[in-house]
């Protein structure tokens, strides 16, 4: 298992993506903000692990994301921040079985708190 918390503002993954232009083509490329971002998440992770071994097996990961102002779904960083911790807590968020996404507004410490852990049957059971 592991908890750590990622300072300053959450983001969405409405706002992570933006239209780019490929000659006559039209797609789609992460904003800088999506990949400063992913950046924060990743380093606070690498620090959180501190050379631990990647999780593996089934895993549940819990999200909250505490917005500066109440206009955020509870889901909206969860995407962003999951794929972030790839090849640092775990070497491919497809072991992820269960998501948990909560929201929180805190206007002075805007900030996501993240767990990962080994799912167990007592979760299922909760359900």
């Not at 911790?85 to 900030?111: A, M």
Request: hydrophobic share 40%.
């Amino acid at each position: 298992m592991i908890s750590f918390s990622v300072p300053g503002k959450p983001l969405s993954i409405n706002a992570a993506y933006k239209v780019v232009r490929l000659g006559r083509r039209a797609g789609l490329a992460k904003s800088p903000e999506a990949v400063a971002y992913q950046t924060r998440v990743r380093l606070a992770a690498i620090q959180a692990m501190s050379g631990r071994e990647k999780l593996t097996g089934d895993l549940l990961f819990i999200v909250t994301a505490f917005w500066p102002r109440r206009n955020a779904d509870s889901d909206a960083a969860t995407k962003l921040t999951k794929h972030a911790l790839q090849g640092v807590v775990y070497e491919n968020d497809r072991i992820v079985v269960e998501d948990r996404s909560r929201r929180g507004w805190d206007p002075k410490s805007p900030r996501v708190e993240i767990t990962v852990r080994n799912t167990t049957a007592a979760d299922w059971d909760a359900l």
